[in-house]
């Protein structure tokens, strides 16, 4: 169980959006789609999940508690419903609160993500990748994770935006980083659960996702009973960063129509 540091902005009167960052980012990774959110009436919720950003680390998160600790800051701020939007390992933490707090759903958002559980190979991985990062720092984690996030264009075309995301992988603290790799490793298969979600849900993947592959989204937007699935031109893994302005425009778009500001 975690306090989750986090901001709000927008209207206080506006439909909630949340936006659950993933691994290894913090609520930073959002700061393309923020100012339209909140510039078209929404009230978005930005936390840092445990461990990253400005939030403690809790060695015993999974995906379960971190999805609890986005509905006791749903409490704590006095909002009632709201519509989740998780990119990755927020889509993970998304998936459970749509899950465990069914009621307070208004809309789910599945960004490059999956229902799916770890195989026993992606699990050794975890168990490798942990190790190093305790002893090594979280470095080699974010050179090998780098080429996954972007698209070898985006990689030699827009450095600042590399810098970027480079600076936010390395200033997550190591204790955290391998406090998340185990909630990763240990969260449950999901797949039965979709066909009981009754939120509108929409779900998008970038074109050449590696760690996600468009497949996975495909899957999912089957399953989901009311979902709209759209695919991500010209993005690797990291689309929300990598074509914000394509991201910001299927997110808007959709939330026009499922949970519009009065
Ligand atoms: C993420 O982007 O949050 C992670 O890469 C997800 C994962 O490793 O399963």
Do not use: C
């Not at 468009?214 to 989901?224: E, I, K, N, R, V």
Request: glycine share 8%; charged share 20%.
């Amino acid at each position: 169980m975690a306090d989750l540091a986090h901001a709000v902005h927008g209207p206080r009167d506006g439909p909630v959006v949340v936006l659950l960052h993933g691994f290894p980012f913090d609520r930073a990774m959002w700061r393309f789609q923020l100012g339209a959110l909140t510039g078209n009436g929404y009230r978005v919720v930005l936390p840092d999940l445990p461990g990253a950003g400005q939030t403690d680390v809790d060695a015993a998160a999974t995906v379960d508690s971190m999805a609890d600790d986005v509905e006791r800051l749903l409490v704590r701020l006095k909002i009632g419903k709201a519509t989740v939007v998780g990119f990755s390992m927020g889509g993970y933490v998304a998936l459970a609160f749509a899950v465990r707090h069914a009621s307070k759903l208004a809309g789910l958002v599945l960004i490059d993500t999956r229902s799916g559980a770890d195989t026993a190979e992606a699990k050794a991985k975890r168990d490798a990748t942990i190790t190093d990062v305790q002893a090594h720092g979280v470095r080699g984690l974010a050179t090998g994770m780098l080429p996954k996030q972007l698209t070898e264009t985006t990689r030699t075309q827009q450095r600042l935006l590399v810098d970027e995301v480079r600076a936010m992988m390395l200033r997550q603290p190591k204790a955290g980083v391998a406090a998340a790799l185990g909630a990763l490793r240990d969260r449950p298969d999901r797949t039965d659960a979709l066909l009981g979600i009754t939120a509108p849900s929409l779900v998008l993947v970038g074109e050449h996702d590696p760690i996600t592959p468009p497949s996975d989204a495909q899957a999912m937007a089957s399953a989901l009973p009311k979902s709209t699935h759209k695919v991500i031109p010209g993005a690797a893994h990291l689309t929300p960063m990598e074509q914000p302005r394509l991201v910001t425009e299927a997110l808007l778009d959709w939330l026009e129509s499922h949970a519009p500001p009065a």
